[in-house]
């Protein structure tokens, strides 16, 4: 159970990361309010809680699950396919669930957590950031010859005198048999 819960927080623990990236993406790189320590933590307390929420949620489908099929054996398989037989393995994952609600409400009450979670989605921010803005930039600034305005208008000429002729031709040849061939 110690294995699936701690993988079941590491994957609540990167949702959570991108989700406060992503707030802090969307409303602060737009300009809509400065960035505040305080305020991202309060981001992702809410997304902690919301997440803890949500596993509760899933522990609740389970237990209405195994209350159905533990008074009743012979029920017949449920929507996601579980039987009486999966009573074990519903009892495990209700209870990682409950375990899993429990641990992200204590991230979420723990401000150095909290401290932790929010300066890590920022540095994850301001590192896509920086990796757009260089993308952009090598696009901007492709290396030209200096012939390249010199022997502009002589490519676009035989672009399309060659290549765009060439492409046309093929693409007429391989429309061909599929309009007329079952004429």
Known sequence: MAEAVEEGLLLTEYASRMAVKNRFLIRVLAGHEPWELARGQGIARD????????????AD???????????????????HGYTHDDLPNMEHRRDVSRE????????????????????????????????????????????????????????MRRLIAEDLAALSSRSTEELAPAEYGDL
């Open 61 to 79: 489908n389970l237990d209405r699950l195994i209350e159905k099929f533990s008074d009743n054996p012979a029920s017949a398989r449920d929507a």
């Open 100 to 155: 899993v609600a429990r641990r992200l409400r204590e991230q979420s009450a723990d401000e150095a957590f909290l401290i932790e979670l929010v300066s890590t989605a920022r540095r994850d921010a301001w590192r896509e950031v920086a990796s757009n803005i260089e993308h952009n930039l090598d696009l901007e600034n492709i290396p030209v010859d200096a012939d390249y305005l010199k022997h502009r208008e002589q490519r």
């Open 47 to 58: 997304i902690l809680q919301s997440l803890a929420r949500e596993s509760d949620t899933d």
